[in-house]
């Protein structure tokens, strides 16, 4: 079964920083990744995705992700954070091999902007 | 292009009680997916539906069902409601559904069980 790791349930960054969220994956063939956004009282927003190709995947509002499969990981970038990046942010798979459209979501990780 | 709409928004209910809550996809999109929100679980996945049938089901006891009709649109049912069921139910759209394909969610149905 694939899993999802989310290293930090909080991070707290100020205005302007970097922001890194870290997300590692379990599964015994490459799958596809997503990170989402959410924020309070609502959906999940797509923020990128990787399939195939290359690697640094660039996402909406400056977001951008690298899929490393040596270490297993696709962790979530964003060079200077702004008082909207407050949300709460989910890596997720799918499994390539598996028929339908199923994803299995990390625990998530809350994203605090101090100014 | 309107974006997945689920309905109702908010929900209470009491424990023994049944609920339906309602997705419509957006439009085009032929596989809707269900997930469940809790703070102590997470984001869990419910079922998925293709062309109305069920074609991939998560690890929930059979009080949750749903279907899916054949212009799309979707409803879950979940019957002799419990305590833990209450949850931020999530419905997500997706073109054919393969897997490499995102999905895109709705707001969600807050549900409140007393």
């Known amino acids: 079964a694939q899993s999802v790791t989310q290293l930090g349930s909080h991070v707290s960054v100020s205005e302007g920083a970097l922001v890194l969220l870290r997300c590692n994956y379990s599964s015994s063939v490459p799958p596809y990744l997503f990170w989402y956004v959410q924020y309070p009282n609502q959906g999940l927003q797509l923020l990128l995705k990787?399939?195939?190709?290359?690697?640094l995947v660039k996402g909406i509002n400056g977001f951008e992700a690298e899929f490393k499969k040596s270490e297993t990981s696709f962790h979530l970038t964003k060079p200077s954070a702004h008082m909207s990046d407050a949300a709460e942010y989910f890596c997720?798979?799918?499994?390539?091999?598996?028929?339908?459209?199923?994803?299995?979501f990390g625990g998530g990780t809350r994203v605090l902007v101090k100014p | 292009k309107a974006g997945v709409t689920q309905t109702p928004r908010y929900l209470i209910k009491t424990r023994g009680q049944q609920v339906t809550l309602s997705c419509s996809p957006i439009s085009g999109h032929r596989s809707v997916s269900w997930y469940q929100q809790t703070p102590g679980q997470g984001l869990q996945f419910l079922f998925e539906?293709?062309?109305?049938?069920?074609?991939n089901k998560g690890n929930f006891p059979g009080r949750f069902s749903g279907r899916q009709f054949s212009n799309s649109r979707s409803e879950m049912n979940v019957s002799t409601l419990e305590l833990g069921d209450s949850a931020l139910y999530l419905c997500?759209?997706?073109?054919?559904?393969?897997?490499?394909?995102?999905?895109?969610f709705g707001d969600g149905t807050r549900l409140s069980i007393l």
């Open positions: 539906y293709f062309s109305e049938t069920q074609r």
């Open positions: 997720a798979v799918s499994d390539e091999e598996a028929a339908g459209n199923k994803l299995t």
């Open positions: 990787y399939t195939t190709g290359a690697t």
């Open positions: 997500a759209s997706s073109l054919s559904g393969d897997s490499n394909q995102p999905q895109h």
